[in-house]
């Protein structure tokens, strides 16, 4: 894809991110990471999601380095490049404040395998980073340590995040997450949760 063609599904990706209320106001990220390149496009900071437009898509280096855009970076940059820089299956993030998914969050609480669709998305259970104050390097270097065989996770007292090699996977990921996190909320309150099966889980896996 062309750097503009790179922008435009960002911001479209966006804009259904915020149409779907995963985030409120300013709150939530997504980037796409170009390998070839070198170059993050990420959303910019503390801009309201209704007027961005593919002009508003900040460019930078793994450094943090402006490389092109009017804007500051989301000052979860570093979380980002992070990622990027630890894990090569990744060239996209979808970071959420998504309500359900944020409620586990707080409770810094996994959420098990209680649906299939996690295994087959997700690659198992939805474990939960140690939380970080927000905009500091530990925030992605935390969620790095639970990422090693997952394509999501919780961020402790702060939301939720998923990843994928393509933008639509992360997002796709980071709606299972949400879709769980609501499911298995649900389910608590009627009564024991039945957990899949590890033989289940794994005979999924290794499809």
């Not at 999601?49 to 460019?59: C, F, G, L, Q, R």
């Not at 979380?79 to 990027?84: F, I, L, P």
């Amino acid at each position: 894809m062309t750097p503009q063609e790179i922008k435009a599904l960002l911001l479209k990706v966006t804009k259904q991110a915020y149409a779907d209320k995963m985030f409120a106001a300013t709150s939530g990220n997504l980037s796409i990471y170009d390998r070839e390149t070198g170059r993050m496009y990420i959303t910019p900071g503390s801009y309201p999601y209704e007027i961005m437009t593919v002009d508003d898509v900040m460019v930078i280096d793994l450094d943090g380095k402006i490389l092109d855009g009017p804007h500051k970076p989301s000052s979860e940059w570093r979380m980002h490049a992070a990622v990027y820089r630890s894990d090569e299956r990744v060239n996209a993030i979808v970071h959420t404040h998504s309500p359900y998914a944020t409620a586990f969050a707080i409770n810094n609480m996994p959420i098990p395998v209680v649906l299939y669709e996690i295994v087959f998305f997700l690659g198992g259970d939805i474990p939960c980073a140690e939380g970080a104050i927000p905009g500091t390097p530990e925030v992605g270097e935390n969620c790095v340590k639970v990422l090693k065989d997952r394509y999501g996770c919780l961020m402790g007292n702060h939301g939720a995040l998923a990843v994928g090699d393509t933008l639509e996977r992360a997002y796709t990921r980071a709606v299972y997450i949400e879709d769980a996190a609501k499911a298995y909320s649900i389910a608590l309150t009627h009564g024991p949760v039945k957990v899949i099966d590890r033989a289940d889980v794994e005979k999924i896996l290794k499809r």
